[in-house]
Nanobody
Framework: QVQLVESGGGLVQAGGSLRLSCAAS????????MGWYRQAPGKQRELVAL???????NYADSVKGRFTINSDNAKNTAYLQMNSLTSEDTAVYHC???????????????WGQGTQVTVSS
């Protein structure tokens, strides 16, 4: 019903930058929010950044001031600009969208397969 295509992960040195993209497609009536979560080995998945359709953003404390999320609502695409990366940012980053599909009365969460971000120190 909803497909999420992620891109932009890779290997970068500490202090470097990466930009992740996530494009949602399918039978989407409307998107409530789009965001990025990450999961490092041996750790739980955690919210990195989220943006609502109205433009409200929310960031994990650990990335505030370094990461920026924005979106192109017309393209159902979200972007995560990651600057000043450290080894602590190494993880698989998963795109999430909360979208209304089939009915405007309810929404569901959809997930991308994830993209690896590795920061070498």
């Amino acid at each position: 019903q909803v497909q999420l295509v992620e891109s932009g992960g890779g290997l970068v040195q500490a202090g470097g930058s990466l930009r992740l993209s996530c494009a949602a497609s399918g039978s989407i009536l409307s998107i409530v929010s789009m965001g990025w979560y990450r999961q490092a080995p041996g750790k739980q998945r955690e919210l990195v950044a989220l943006i609502t359709s109205g433009g409200t953003t929310n960031y994990a404390d650990s990335v505030k001031g370094r990461f920026t999320i924005n979106s192109d609502n017309a393209k159902n695409t979200a972007y995560l600009q990651m600057n000043s990366l450290t080894s602590e940012d190494t993880a698989v980053y998963h795109c999430n969208t909360r979208a209304r599909v089939g009915s405007i009365l309810r929404w569901d969460d959809y997930w991308g397969q994830g993209t690896q971000v590795t920061v070498s120190s």
